[in-house]
């Protein structure tokens, strides 16, 4: 078995999205293109985004760190570390209130 610990993974994610010039950094946990699932730590600097973009199927949020706030064309929701959030099956965005790191689980083939 291969244990890794999500808040020094989140830790580590958010020193790489600092110095990055888009303001974020990922890193995927398990799976890729061609898996079932996949599970990804995305971190953001604080006031950067990840632009509406379509879902990309069953997929949920984890909030590791910091704030969130996930927008849609019907709703606007606000995260906090240890939120977790069903992601609606539209299109939406993830801009960052604090600097974040969020775990994203998507269902490529639900």
Known sequence: MDVQGLAEV????????????SGRHAVTLMGDRDSDLRQ????????????????PGEATLQVLRGDVELTTASADETLGEGDYLVIPPERHGLTAVTDCAVLLTVATRA
Do not use: K, P, W
């Open 10 to 21: 989140a830790d580590a994610q958010l020193e790489l999205a600092r110095v990055e010039t």
């Open 40 to 55: 990804t730590v995305i971190a953001l600097a604080a006031g950067h985004r990840l632009h509406d973009h379509e879902s």
